[in-house]
């Protein structure tokens, strides 16, 4: 087994390389978003290009080719349950990398870090004409990107969202969603009949210091290790991993309290999966991140399930009274509670309620895939935009800054990766389920703010595995059951009756 | 001349990416130094080690040696005045770069990050032992990167100083320095005889935010462009370019108003020279800093004359009472003038004062010189740097934490460098009595606030030659005369009459 022990160390060493690179890129693109001065765009965006194009060379080396043909030769290496998934995510790796032409990666590196700025301008302006140009070149290089990447029979949209959910189709999801859509909206309507738990007290201003404190002290006790991570803010609030930490960032306005807590306790979601990973692995795919899906039910578990429970407010406010103080004097746990579960339609994602926020999603999943099959045309997008939304969400867009300008995604060059979010949603309801039946409930252990029991069970039962196993194996493993949006539905029944009984 | 054309045309494009990887790794040690939380510190080194290789592997390319012999080859390239230059300063930076190999590139890089992160422990902690191991590993990698790049008969400080301060040598060093210490001890002692100006009320608090909007509003008027740069905190000020933004870092101690005032300035005026390089040329030879002794001369410029001139205090009334108000309430400019002119010999070289500075550096040059040649072990560092400072400065160190461990230069595999700051100081002081005699007074401007006139003179006589002119040619080309700590002494000389007149 020589000539594989060999090729079998040379695959992790160089692997980790290539991560290096990409997690340097990951602290340009952070900076960019938290302190770059908006003069140095532009050399910016031809770091990032050059950065891809070397991460791109590399992972694409002939030899990686060759160390993988030695593995896949020897049985024993199937055999052994380390290299087993490291051999067969790294192949898959190769394979996707290898499709792509080089000047392409380099091409759309670019673009993604252009446009994202170009696009900052148009929201900030609610200008789309001025951001269109940007919008047609980017959907015609993921096109190729796609065309590049597809098997014979895959659609543009499949080939994409398989980089952010492996094994996730549109078919499926559609057979999935649909029902979803279906419930959603009629509970949508249903609650639009009755009276809304009131929520303006939680608009008083509170100072940005107090925001910030309230939110740290949160992460802390969800356990984020700020030895190895660090909490800033930015227009849109998001978390990266720049290699030896995990990067968060949320926002604070004055009337945003409650927006920037949930904010902050969803990307400490993202951080903690990031900080769960084996160490020991990192670089590697027993030491990334399974998918993006399954990234996200770790965000949407703490946001949601525990942050919007009425339990986490009981344990919270304490440190409510502490940070908040006078802007919320009188209220009560259960007031917060209430009004955090508000169900209200709205015109912008990150600021949806848990019933109506995959509505949002679904509006993005359909247009993308119109989008790439160059079914519509980019011109036409905020029409087909506030078409839907009205259609789904029952409200008017007033102006492309609250319509089809709101997210970045698009103009970073995330398309097929919208799903995701819907699928975390998912995930994180299951993955609730199944933690409240093995620790023996958990709002006890909220309420009580016994976070690491909460804590070490998503890092045994998730975390750790890295890429192990594909998204949907890791579901059944830690469930017991397949995908479905039966928990979610039952999740957000049970809440709502107590939310609108009161 | 179509062949070298292309080689021509070849060259500033490869440099330019090889210096896009150099500014990338400016902005992972930039976040290093100001954000990076402690956990970290492992992947970043090894991040940066990784860059430090690539770029090495870009700039030893044997394309660059065919290239530029093609350029060398055709006289009439010799004859161009922008090819001339770049052409020499690239065939400089090849065969520098091709002399060490790319191990040692590597290795030296991943040091120079760990034993900066172990330098600033054992510095809070006062444990020189503790520092010792790295500090032996640095000196004896440096005198590896020496032997590789010093040519027959000369010294590896010499080969180690000429990355820095391109021509210059220790003898001659040593010809300038000797009869400036024996003037600048002179001086010390003759003043330490006087009655020295008030500085007390200078250590008053001031809050944090009070003394960043007074660097801002000064950084503002000398012209730093902060759409293409960035002002933050840091252990130790620095200034580094990444690329498309200049960032500087000052630090805020409640009784260092005058500190964190000087340090801004100090590092705005690297940071005007960074960018009053010409866009166009950015990333080859003729859009690159000539020398540190050049670059630290408009550092120093700004600190000294400007900032501690009678003038600066007049112009900065304003700036001081709307910033600075109560704490300095009852005082006038002229107090704060002779404030920050006091002399008074000190253990820390960055809280040194002007006429006692520049005995800080020569203990550096002398014991840096000894360490490398094998003539001082580290492990005798303490012993060695104690004596001279009772020697050249009259002061005893209690702890090395006040002694040999306050500068991170050594950790950070920065040998021959110390004195490209008094170099800078005799640049400054040279240029200040041309700009004097070119602008018709620089008091005058300076107490009027009319910094654009002087920056511009910088500008246009020395920022945007770039790499032009070798750093003593371009001395004589701004000033008329070889470089002499004549104006030096003479600057001193009459700013301390006066001050200490009164």
């Not at 959907?139 to 499949?158: E, F, H, I, T, Y």
């Not at 942050?307 to 009560?332: D, I, N, T, Y």
């Not at 247009?367 to 839907?388: C, V």
Request: charged share 25%; glycine share 8%.
């Amino acid at each position: 087994m020589a000539a594989t022990d060999d090729a079998y160390a040379a695959l992790p060493a160089h692997a980790r390389e290539t991560h290096l690179l990409a997690s340097t890129s990951a602290l340009l693109a952070w900076d960019q978003e938290t302190g770059m001065p908006s003069g140095a765009g532009d050399v910016r965006s031809r770091q990032l290009a050059l950065l891809a194009r070397l991460a791109h060379e590399r992972a694409t080396d002939p030899r990686v080719g060759e160390w993988l043909a030695v593995c896949a030769a020897d049985p024993r290496c199937a055999a052994d349950p380390d290299r087993e998934p490291n051999v067969r995510c790294l192949r898959r790796d190769f394979d996707r990398a290898t499709k792509l032409p080089p000047s392409l990666v380099a091409e759309l590196a670019e673009l993604e870090s252009r446009s994202q700025q170009e696009w900052a301008v148009a929201r900030a302006r609610s200008d789309f004409r001025r951001f269109l140009p940007w919008l047609e070149r980017m959907v015609a290089l993921q096109q190729q990107k796609a065309d590049c990447l597809r098997a014979p029979g895959q659609s543009r949209w499949d080939a994409l969202a398989d980089l952010y959910e492996p094994g996730m189709n549109a078919r499926d999801l559609a057979a999935l969603f649909g029902p979803l859509q279906r419930a959603l909206v009629a509970l949508r309507e249903r609650l639009a009949g009755g009276s809304s738990p009131s929520a303006g007290f939680a608009r008083e201003p509170v100072p940005e210091a107090n925001q910030e404190a309230l939110a740290r002290a949160v992460l802390a006790a969800m356990g984020f290790d700020f030895e190895r991570g660090r909490v800033d803010r930015s227009a849109h609030p998001f978390c990266t991993n720049t290699g030896g930490d995990v990067r968060l960032t949320t926002r604070y306005r004055p009337d945003g309290a409650l927006d920037a807590l949930g904010s902050a306790m969803h990307e400490g979601g993202h951080g903690l999966y990031e900080q769960g990973l084996e160490p020991v692995h990192l670089g590697t795919p027993l030491g990334e991140p399974v998918s993006l899906g399954i990234h996200e039910s770790q965000s949407r578990f703490w946001e949601n399930h525990v942050g919007r429970s009425a339990a986490f407010w009981q344990w919270c406010w304490p440190l409510v009274e502490r940070h908040v103080g006078a802007a919320w004097s009188g209220r009560r746990p259960d007031d917060v509670f209430r009004a955090v579960n508000r169900v209200q339609p709205s015109l912008i994602r990150v600021e949806a309620d848990e019933a109506t926020y995959d509505l949002h999603v679904m509006v993005r999943f359909a247009l993308e895939r119109q989008l790439l099959a160059g079914e519509l045309g980019a011109a036409n997008l905020p029409e087909a935009w506030n078409a839907l939304y009205r259609d789904h969400l029952g409200v008017t867009v007033p102006d492309d800054r609250h319509g089809c300008l709101q997210d970045v995604h698009w103009a970073a060059g995330l398309f097929g990766y919208f799903p995701t979010y819907t699928l975390g949603n998912l995930y994180a309801a299951q993955f609730a389920a199944a933690a409240d039946r093995a620790l023996g409930g958990l709002p006890g252990l909220i309420a009580r703010g016994q976070f690491a029991a909460l804590r070490e069970w998503l890092r045994r039962h998730v975390h750790r595995h890295g890429r192990r196993h594909e998204p949907a194996d890791l579901c059944r493993l830690v469930t017991g059951a397949p995908l479905s949006s039966a928990p979610f539905l039952d999740h957000l029944d049970h809440k709502l009756r107590t939310v609108y009984a009161s």
